[in-house]
């Protein structure tokens, strides 16, 4: 016997040991027990049941295949025979592999299913970058969205609403990151654009620009004027020695952003 099955050996002895030592209270412990077993049985059930779903959606070779057949191909209908290629395996076998857990996803399925063709295109393969399926599985289906919207709305304002003191001598920010950015993108949980722009930013794809603010007329019209906006203001202005201010800012898709976009964002479907 090896010395690592000894230690095992040991360890199982040693754990039997204290087992037989512990007293059973057979008229305290064994119907908590009882209890307690039928409570984890019914959370077992509600777990399986959550988790049952979640098969039917991880995708097989069958259906990467399907995915590929069609929805590549089809982004690929307008290149030359003569210009398809054999993708880069590392940025084919990556994305084919996410596709297993994305593919029900349409907004990420989309990104992959535009770089692969991005890939396999002589014309575009070099803007096919590997580290791009990584950003891609750092992403959700609003971010997405975002990116989309940014890529080509070009700037789009933000807004920190900040409970200042009236003497000047300091304040806190109550509100950030105030923007129409997730409506107009149409996310589906728009109360998380904050994150969801600290996400982009993080992954280089967006340039948050609070050193700056746009100058051309009303760019803000629409944070300032809008109805929620309004009334954080007139709640913090009604607080004693406290004022509503604003710090106004931007942001703008990167250089690493736009590379990526074109890769990944642009469809290439001609239908």
Not at 61 to 87: G, H
Not at 234 to 239: F, G, Q, T, V
Request: proline share 4%; aromatic share 6%.
């Amino acid at each position: 016997m090896t010395d690592n099955n000894s230690q095992i050996e040991g360890t199982i002895n040693a754990i039997s040991g204290l087992v037989e030592k512990v007293p059973i209270y057979d008229d305290a412990i064994q119907p908590l027990a009882k209890e307690t077993g039928k409570a984890l049985a019914t959370v077992g059930k509600t777990v399986n049941a959550a988790l049952m779903p979640i098969r039917g959606l991880v995708w097989g070779l069958e259906q990467i295949e399907v995915f590929v057949q069609n929805k590549v191909a089809r982004k690929l209908q307008d290149v030359p025979p003569e210009n398809i290629q054999t993708p880069d395996l590392a940025v084919a076998g990556p994305a084919l592999e996410s596709l297993r857990y994305t593919g029900h996803k349409e907004d990420l399925a989309e990104l992959y299913a535009n770089l692969l063709a991005t890939s396999m295109d002589k014309n575009t393969a070099n803007t096919a970058h590997p580290g791009f399926v990584e950003i891609i599985r750092n992403l959700n289906s609003d971010e997405a969205k975002v990116l989309s919207y940014l890529a080509k709305a070009t700037v789009a304002p933000i807004v920190d609403i900040r409970r200042e003191t009236k003497n000047k001598k300091g304040g806190v920010i109550a509100c950030p990151y105030v923007t129409t950015i997730a409506i107009d993108a149409a996310c589906e949980h728009p109360q998380l654009i904050g994150p969801y722009l600290k996400n982009l930013e993080r992954l280089g794809l967006l340039d948050i620009r609070r050193d700056a603010h746009l100058t051309s007329d009303g760019a803000y019209d629409r944070i300032l004027n809008d109805a929620s906006v309004k009334q954080v203001e007139n709640e913090l202005n009604a607080l004693e020695n406290h004022k509503a201010m604003f710090t106004k800012y931007y942001t703008q898709i990167s250089e690493l952003g736009k590379l990526f976009f074109s890769a990944c964002g642009n469809s290439r479907d001609k239908t």
